[in-house]
């Protein structure tokens, strides 16, 4: 069971380039998540979905944009990169909104130069 | 929402029981009261989550009081491998809206 899973683990970019970030689960979870974690701080919402097709904002989306065509992806878009964007990215899913276990993914360590 | 305050650092030794008190004074009916561990590098791992009273698994307690306006993760006979960061969450909106402070950072010492 691979649960969350992150690609890539590590990545590079210039200012002003695009990539994505992908997300996969295989616990049919409806809900799932992308945080991003800043050296020594805690972890901020960026996006969530509560199931395929609907997507909402969270503390810190700018810069950002997510699809959710199918329950498992919730591949996370960066538009323009910018320095302030390195950081470590986190995705998650779980079973509820309210209660219960959110499953992390390992992180994807992103460096804007 | 309600806001939670932790200490930001504890150290232990090893085999010692460590107790690691969180506060939210304004916590509502409806919150409850969750802990996470993150490892360097790693993301959140759950660990345990509690409404009043009690709550116990293999891996740790929650001591919630009856007036709920704090909470205490037990970790008994502390290893090494223990030492991370540990946040107390506290919410009933759901995730989407449930703050990762900066977390207590306990460091576990031979």
């Known amino acids: 069971n691979a649960g969350v899973t992150q690609t890539p683990k590590f990545r590079i970019l210039k200012i002003g380039q695009s990539m994505t970030l992908q997300c996969a689960q295989d616990m049919n979870h409806n809900y799932m998540y992308w945080y991003r974690q800043d050296p020594g701080m805690g972890l901020k919402l960026i996006y969530y979905s509560v199931g395929a097709g609907i997507t909402d904002k969270g503390e810190v989306p700018n810069g950002y944009n997510v699809s959710r065509s199918t329950t498992e992806d919730f591949p996370l878009r960066l538009e323009l990169a910018a320095p302030s964007q390195t950081s470590v990215y986190f995705c998650?899913?779980?079973?509820?909104?309210?209660?219960?276990?959110?499953?992390f993914g390992e992180g994807s360590r992103l460096t804007v130069l | 929402l309600a806001k939670t305050t932790q200490p930001i650092s504890m150290d232990s030794y090893e085999g010692q029981e460590v107790n690691i008190t969180c506060s939210h004074n304004n916590i509502a009916t409806n919150d409850y009261i969750t802990w996470y561990q993150q490892f360097p590098s790693q993301g959140p791992r759950f660990i345990i989550q509690g409404y009043k009273t009690k709550v116990t698994n293999e891996v740790a307690s929650l001591f919630i009081p009856a007036d709920r306006k704090s909470s205490t993760l037990s970790l008994p006979r502390v290893s090494l491998s223990d030492t991370a960061v540990y946040y107390c969450?506290?919410?009933?909106?759901?995730?989407?809206?449930?703050?990762f402070g900066k977390g207590t950072m306990l460091l576990v010492s031979p």
């Open positions: 998650a899913s779980s079973q509820t909104l309210n209660t219960g276990e959110l499953f």
């Open positions: 969450l506290v919410g009933a909106e759901g995730y989407s809206t449930l703050t």
